[in-house]
């Protein structure tokens, strides 16, 4: 499975950008998709996640709200539409996938995709 993230930018604080994450390869054993983001100096954290079927959701509470995660099968592509944008979103944003069951919100997917800066300007 490959994934191509896109869609990020410099925005002033509250507006929006909505990040895409393509999938090509062997989507059809992919089990969800996740976004994590790492700001400078910071660790990796989990952002939003939704499985490929599109029965489940989760979002870390600094962005519950806020964040919509999104999947369009059709195009094996999945979004994450960020309104209220503030400046501690700023950091590069991953779109990763998994493919067994398991905890969407830690860090064990198996596939990770090149991040796309996302800057809030306050």
């Known amino acids: 499975v490959q994934l191509q993230a896109s869609g990020g930018g410099l925005v002033q604080a509250g507006g929006s950008l909505r990040l895409s994450c393509a999938a090509s390869?062997?989507?059809?054993?992919?089990?969800?998709v996740g976004w994590f983001r790492q700001a400078p100096g910071k660790e990796r954290e989990f952002v939003a996640a939704v499985t490929w079927t599109g029965s489940m959701t989760s979002y870390d509470a600094s962005v519950k709200g806020r964040f919509t995660i999104s999947r369009d099968n059709a195009k094996n592509t999945v979004y994450l539409q960020m309104n209220s944008l503030k400046p501690e979103d700023t950091a590069v944003y991953y779109c990763a996938a998994r493919i067994r069951p398991g905890i969407l919100t830690s860090d064990e997917y198996h596939y990770w995709g090149q991040g796309t800066l996302v800057t809030v300007s306050s």
């Open positions: 390869g062997r989507t059809f054993s992919m089990y969800a």
